[in-house]
């Protein structure tokens, strides 16, 4: 079972051009502004596993869109996004130290981005993984903003990023391409909250240590867990329907022809 979820939604969508609001909002369809978004998809598929609690981490000033999806299973978690620009580590903190106020001992935990969009079958493969897993997918597009896994084997993953070149991964397998989907067992909660914390501060009272400090991205955290050999990759089947949504071109891909398949996908898989 996964009780909760760390969905990161507080970034200000700058590579959307056109595109305005938080993208965890957007719809995912064309013809349906009203209908649902990729926030409010991947809410549903929370709900419909069991998830008892899911942590939505926001910007200030996005917050009231987000104030009307707080109820018995959303928590706001608000970060200040007066603060100066921060990585997506500031947020992954946020979330995780709500998660550790609501289950202190951690809680067997899915970490994801806000602007994703899959097809429920996925979920499947992931609710039947066990310990702490980074999820990759068995394909790769060679998009510039693709994040590359790559390890000694599944249990040794080494390397995590964007751009990574042949020299810098020579004798190591590529383990495909980051879901930004990380499934952790209630220890791997704690353990990821004092990477985290370790990385970015808490500032006043505590300094950063890591390498990016306050700039740093989620991927560090998962670089560290990797070198302490907390964290394997699980890779996923490639023909799964996945897209994450970083640029207008995937945004209108998403709504053309990715959504489209994976309701059919869904339809056909609750007939079965």
Request: glycine share 10%.
């Amino acid at each position: 079972m996964i009780e909760s979820v760390v969905v990161l939604a507080a970034g200000e969508n700058r590579r959307m051009g056109a595109v305005t609001g938080p993208k965890a909002l957007l719809p995912l369809r064309p013809d349906d502004p009203a209908g649902p978004t990729f926030l409010s998809r991947n809410l549903e598929l929370f709900r419909a596993i069991g998830t008892e609690r899911v942590f939505l981490v926001v910007g200030s000033a996005n917050r009231a869109a987000f104030e009307a999806l707080a109820d018995d299973l959303v928590e706001l978690v608000v970060i200040d996004s007066g603060q100066g620009t921060t990585g997506s580590s500031v947020s992954m903190l946020a979330g995780l130290q709500s998660l550790l106020r609501w289950r202190p001992h951690g809680a067997r935990t899915l970490v994801t981005d806000a602007d994703v969009v899959y097809e429920r079958l996925l979920m499947d493969h992931v609710r039947a993984l066990d310990g702490s897993q980074l999820l990759t997918i068995d394909r790769v597009n060679g998009d510039g903003e693709e994040v590359r896994v790559y390890g000694r084997s599944a249990d040794e993953p080494v390397l995590i990023g964007k751009g990574l070149d042949s020299g810098m991964t020579r004798d190591l397998e590529l383990l495909g391409e980051s879901l930004g989907l990380i499934l952790l067992d209630a220890a791997g909660t704690v353990s990821a909250a004092d990477v985290t914390r370790w990385i970015v501060g808490e500032p006043p009272a505590v300094r950063p240590y890591g390498f990016g400090g306050r700039l740093s991205e989620h991927e560090e955290v998962w670089q560290y867990l990797f070198t302490l050999g907390r964290l394997p990759a699980a890779q996923l089947p490639g023909s799964l329907l996945f897209s994450e949504c970083d640029f207008p071109a995937d945004y209108q891909h998403v709504q053309d022809v990715l959504f489209p398949a994976i309701l059919e996908r869904d339809a056909m898989a609750f007939t079965r």
